[in-house]
């Protein structure tokens, strides 16, 4: 019998973000109407080649270095550990990250308002967590930006984040915010999340990852299950919002 790595067993109960949220508007046009049916997870899962383990290089989890120039804006340090329901560390699992400038402008073709782009930042980076879980980004502070969910719709700053587990029927994704974000309030993909588990998408300032003239520093630690477990989006949700 084969056992699934603890990070990634079915979850007994979840305290779940709902699928359909009316603030959220097209949720209404994604939300399934009929009951999840979950699939088994069948040897080809489990035994597979891990994806990303042998390409992801150190630099990939550098997003300020691009097109041979450096990002403008608020340079940061993103790192915490992912770990399971008993806070054992889930390593070697893959995390990608996707994120607007600091501008608040994503490099992608249906992103068109009026900010600017940065020659020098791509907005996409990924690393493999450590033996003991943890994982480290360097980028910039993410930009607001506008969308069209309501009047005068802002998303707070967010990095997205992807994790996957065995294989790509693992995969996991979230949103990580800054703390004290003032757009929190009128924001229905933060606030879809239950009140009592919302802070677990926001990350803390960090003084020991902050270096001097360098890189403030920001944790945001992952709970793959169980009581403490971060809110993850449903597979109908749209990434890029
Ligand atoms: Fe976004």
Not at 67 to 85: K, L, M, P, S, W
Not at 117 to 132: E, I, M, S, W
Not at 146 to 154: M, T, V, Y
Not at 177 to 198: E, K, T
């Amino acid at each position: 019998m084969v056992h699934l790595p603890p990070g990634y067993r079915r979850p007994d109960s979840v305290e779940a973000t709902p699928t359909d949220f009316p603030d959220y508007r097209t949720t209404a046009l994604r939300s399934p109407r009929r009951p999840l049916a979950v699939l088994p997870n069948r040897l080809t899962e489990l035994t597979g080649p891990v994806f990303g383990e042998d390409r992801v290089q150190p630099g990939d989890a550098d997003l300020t270095l691009a097109n041979g120039g450096e990002a403008q804006g608020q340079r940061i340090v993103v790192h915490g550990r992912v770990v399971d329901t008993d806070g054992e560390p889930i390593p070697n699992t893959l995390l990608e990250v996707w994120q607007a400038n600091a501008a608040g402008r994503y490099r992608h073709t249906v992103d068109n308002w009026p900010a600017p782009l940065d020659p020098y930042f791509n907005g996409a980076g990924r690393c493999v967590t450590d033996a003991d879980g943890h994982y480290s980004f360097t980028t910039i502070r993410p930009g607001a930006y506008p969308w069209r969910n309501h009047d005068n719709a802002w998303r707070p700053a967010h990095i997205h984040f992807s994790l996957f587990g065995r294989s790509f029927t693992q995969r996991l994704v979230t949103q990580m915010y800054f703390p004290d974000d003032p757009l929190f309030f009128q924001d229905p993909i933060y606030n879809s999340a239950p009140a009592g588990v919302r802070h677990r998408m926001v990350s803390v300032y960090d003084h020991e990852a902050t270096t001097d003239h360098w890189a403030l520093g920001f944790r945001w630690d992952i709970v793959l299950r169980g009581r403490e477990a971060t809110p993850f989006e449903t597979e109908d949700d749209d990434d890029d919002e």
